[in-house]
């Protein structure tokens, strides 16, 4: 029998229409609950010590778990660590690598410096210590050979790293997002090679697998101001390159400088007695 597209002469029967317009409305729900949860995502900087259900962090790994990654690669790997004594090591190292981050950020003119490190490297141990749990987001960089060999020699996307480093952002960012739905907050805390070394040897990581980020989780010692974003129709485009949107280099000049002053308050903690 042959199906009649529909139309006004072969209308969606009733009762189809009502499952169409049924499903309509879960994905439009859908779509609008996972928009408040991406809006709602936070990145905090001093944690209530308040535990967090093992239930939780299984199921928040679990979301991590299913990151797109480069040919499937799935490179990651998570230690949770909620040991008190290793959480301060690990805060201790990454105090020690602050050192460094002035050496080279002090390089700018003030009005340009990250906000964390305008005039010198923080003075007090950074805030995470004091988070419950700790999740070292580790990978194997072998798992990259699962993608196309022209990655390694045409720089796709980036560069021959791109590919390794997307699959762990991709984790990383769904982890944090997943940690929002059950109303906790989280830091991303980035690791180089000045911070990877003493942790690889703190939490007896293979040689061959790389620390990646560390992300704390946990509850809000206190009310985070809400990030500042580009608006939408600054950021996109139809069809093509909409070009009276391009921003000059002077135009990126005045957006650091703004930037730098509308994020400020993410970085300046305000104490208990004053919230």
Same mark, same amino acid.
């Given at each position: 029998m042959k199906r009649l597209a529909p139309s006004i002469?072969?209308?969606?029967? $009733?009762? =189809?229409?009502? /499952?169409? &317009?049924? %499903?309509?409305?879960v994905?439009?729900?859908?779509?609008?609950? =996972? %928009?408040? &949860? /991406?809006?709602?995502?936070?990145?905090?900087?001093? @944690? !209530?010590?308040?535990?967090?259900?093992?239930?939780?962090?299984?199921?928040? &790994?679990e979301a991590a778990r299913w990151a797109q990654s480069g040919a499937n690669a799935q490179p990651w790997e998570f230690i /949770? /660590?909620?040991?008190?004594?290793?959480?301060?090591?690990? $805060?201790?190292?990454y105090t020690e690598q602050q050192k460094q981050t002035w050496d080279i950020e002090k390089t700018r003119i003030r009005e340009l410096r990250h906000r964390a490190h305008i005039d010198g490297p923080p003075a007090s141990p950074p805030g995470f210590k004091d988070a419950p749990v700790l999740i070292i987001?580790?990978?194997?960089?072998?798992?990259v050979q699962a993608t196309v060999l022209i990655t390694h020699f045409l720089h796709n996307e980036g560069g021959p790293d791109a590919h390794f480093l997307k699959n762990m952002a991709n984790a990383t960012q769904i982890l944090t997002i997943a940690a929002s739905a059950f109303g906790l907050v989280s830091q991303w805390v980035s690791v180089n090679q000045v911070t990877e070394a003493p942790l690889k040897v703190l939490l007896d990581v293979p040689e061959e697998i790389a620390i990646h980020t560390i992300v704390p989780v946990g509850y809000p010692a206190y009310k985070p101001p809400p990030p500042y974003r580009r608006k939408l129709?600054?950021?996109?485009? =139809?069809?093509?390159?909409?070009?009276? !949107? =391009?921003?000059?280099?002077?135009?990126?000049?005045? @957006? %650091?400088? $703004?930037l730098r002053r509308k994020t400020e308050p993410a970085y300046v903690i305000k104490d208990k007695s004053q919230e």
């Open positions: 002469e072969n209308p969606i029967p $009733a009762p =189809f229409k009502a /499952v169409i &317009l049924r %499903l309509s409305e994905t439009d729900m859908q779509g609008d609950e =996972f %928009l408040k &949860l /991406v809006r709602k995502r936070r990145n905090i900087r001093r @944690f !209530k010590p308040d535990p967090v259900p093992e239930e939780c962090i299984e199921k928040i &790994l /949770v /660590v909620k040991d008190k004594k290793t959480r301060h090591k690990i $805060a201790d190292i987001i580790c990978a194997d960089p072998r798992t129709k600054e950021i996109m485009h =139809f069809e093509k390159y909409d070009r009276s !949107k =391009f921003r000059t280099s002077e135009d990126i000049y005045e @957006f %650091l400088l $703004a």
